[in-house]
């Protein structure tokens, strides 16, 4: 009886019993890691299309907790378990982050299900590979170094966001935690100088404080119940602080004057319809009507400039199937240009030396004259097969038999006594293809895209994953897609936006030629965050057990 009663005692108290005084403690951890992969659907909800933003603040907490459990307790469990649940966690956020990709793949390009199941398990099974390694690492810190889950988690999470965007494939920043924050007074403060990995650390930070304190406050007890609300008040200001939005920013009188006055022309145009137009003129006499249908265009072609006239139009990528370096394409887009006093900015396809290119041309109004930009970072299987791959993909998803090749030299063009820095598709969410653009001397930047290929939830993450790049470097951005929004993003929101739907979308972006502190020094901040972050955990380690 004594020995039962010790038992209960050790139970209430939150302490692993003694080994083989019972086997009910090792089911208890089972169950409670079974529920670490439904954990996963709380901070999803922070994404597109409910965008409840705050539960990114909140959704992880109740993993921290569990993560938390101290050595020697009954919710303690192994590394290698919670590796599995990890991997499990991956699972379910990656199956739900990429889901848009039945609508590109078999919806649009026509893949068979079976086809296509087997490719999306197997790319989610990779992805999935990267929160296990991040709740494992944790787990092993806690057990065997004593190094608290509020200092390893964070670290990791903003390790594993900052790897995604170079890796694998040129990166593959879809998913990160910190694209549903861009609009957030955190993310105004942090993500210049941190950069969007920096955001996603704090984002840890904050669900395992919330960890700690929940899981410190059912480990002791009513006892202490005064000093763990008190914790829980101060975590609850410091979470309203960083998830509060912040106001829409405006330009200064300054700024306004280095600005550039802009006609983005969104498309309504289906991949169904592209592909059956490919070759023929027919979607550039739909952008052309789009373009000299727009408000306030065109004027006289002898009158001067009016203020608030655009200088340069933009439209999206592919919106020219075939090549505008010559012949009667080129003759009609600098025609259009002509007649409006302005310049255009255009996807279309080039060809050189044997090999295609995703580009974009800046055709000059009223000259035959162009400059033009090949995409560099090529969607993996949508615009090329890696290698090792053709068993899987024979040939791409997109229209034309070979792979297009990739574009070199700096993402920039001049353009009018200024830089125009440039990304075509998913370019744009990239960290370091924005960081190179402004490297290279680009004072606003452009993305143009053909959304098409994404479900309406994916468009609106494109839209919060661009936002987010401008604010790291510190531009503007001038979005522009087809099937897609067209916006100004400015301080990581969209201070102008209209839908494919809508009359084309006229503003007036910004030119800015300083530095943030993360467009100058990249990763080395964050770095040095996280080595003082995880110096502050080690000193205050407890003992490992046994």
Not at 57 to 85: E, H, I, K
Not at 414 to 434: D, K, N, Q, V, Y
Not at 461 to 481: F, M, P
Request: include cysteine; aromatic fraction near 10%; proline fraction near 7%.
């Amino acid at each position: 009886m004594r020995s039962i009663g010790r038992r209960l005692a050790a139970r209430a108290a939150g302490e692993r019993p003694a080994h083989g005084a019972g086997g009910g403690s090792a089911r208890g951890e089972l169950t409670r890691l079974a529920w670490v992969p439904a954990s996963a659907l709380l901070p999803l909800l922070a994404f597109p299309p409910l965008e409840w933003s705050l539960l990114g603040w909140l959704g992880l907490a109740p993993l921290a907790a569990a993560l938390c459990a101290r050595p020697g307790s009954a919710a303690a469990a192994g590394v290698a378990a919670w590796v599995a649940a990890g991997w499990g966690f991956g699972l379910v956020f990656y199956a739900s982050q990429f889901a848009w990709l039945a609508h590109a793949f078999v919806a649009e390009a026509g893949m068979g299900w079976l086809h296509f199941v087997n490719f999306y398990a197997l790319l989610v099974a990779l992805l999935a590979l990267g929160p296990a390694a991040v709740l494992g690492l944790t787990r092993w810190a806690w057990l065997r170094a004593g190094v608290p889950p509020l200092a390893t988690l964070p670290v990791l999470l903003a390790a594993q966001d900052a790897l995604l965007g170079g890796f694998p494939f040129g990166g593959v920043a879809w998913g990160s935690l910190a694209g549903p924050q861009a609009h957030t007074w955190a993310a105004r403060a942090v993500v210049p100088v941190l950069g969007g990995a920096g955001l996603v650390l704090l984002l840890g930070l904050v669900n395992a404080g919330w960890g700690a304190v929940w899981e410190a406050a059912l480990r002791r007890g009513r006892g202490h119940a005064r000093r763990w609300w008190l914790a829980g008040g101060a975590w609850a200001l410091l979470t309203a602080a960083c998830a509060w939005p912040a106001p829409a920013p405006r330009l200064a009188a300054a700024a306004a004057e280095r600005g550039v006055d802009v006609l983005l022309i969104s498309g309504d145009l289906s991949l169904a319809t592209l592909q059956a137009q490919r070759g023929t003129a027919l979607p550039l006499r739909y952008y052309i009507a789009r373009t000299l249908g727009a408000p306030g265009a065109p004027g006289p072609p002898s009158a001067p400039p009016a203020a608030g006239r655009p200088r340069l139009v933009i439209w999206p990528e592919s919106a020219v199937p075939g090549e505008v370096e010559r012949g009667k394409r080129l003759v009609e887009v600098s025609a259009v240009g002509g007649l409006l006093g302005a310049d255009l900015l255009l996807g279309s396809n080039a060809r050189e030396g044997g090999r295609e290119y995703n580009s974009l041309y800046l055709v000059q109004g009223g000259v035959f004259d162009f400059w033009r930009y090949d995409k560099q970072r090529l969607v993996p299987f949508g615009e090329y097969v890696p290698a090792g791959f053709r068993w899987l993909f024979p040939r791409k998803l997109s229209a034309g038999e070979g792979d297009y090749a990739a574009g070199s030299g700096p993402p920039v063009l001049a353009w009018r006594g200024t830089r125009l820095g440039l990304a075509i598709c998913f370019e744009s969410i990239l960290p370091g293809h924005a960081r190179a653009a402004v490297a290279a001397g680009a004072q606003v930047l452009v993305a143009a895209a053909n959304d098409a290929w994404l479900s309406p939830a994916a468009r609106r993450q494109h839209l919060q994953l661009t936002a987010l790049r401008g604010l790291e470097v510190g531009r503007d951005v001038l979005l522009v897609a087809n099937r897609g929004w067209s916006a100004l993003l400015r301080g990581g929101q969209a201070v102008a936006l209209a839908d494919w739907h809508g009359a084309p979308l006229a503003v007036r972006a910004a030119l800015r030629g300083d530095e943030t502190p993360w467009a100058r020094w990249g990763a080395l901040p964050l770095a040095a965050v996280g080595a003082l972050l995880l110096l502050a955990g080690w000193r205050t380690r407890r003992r490992p057990p046994g």
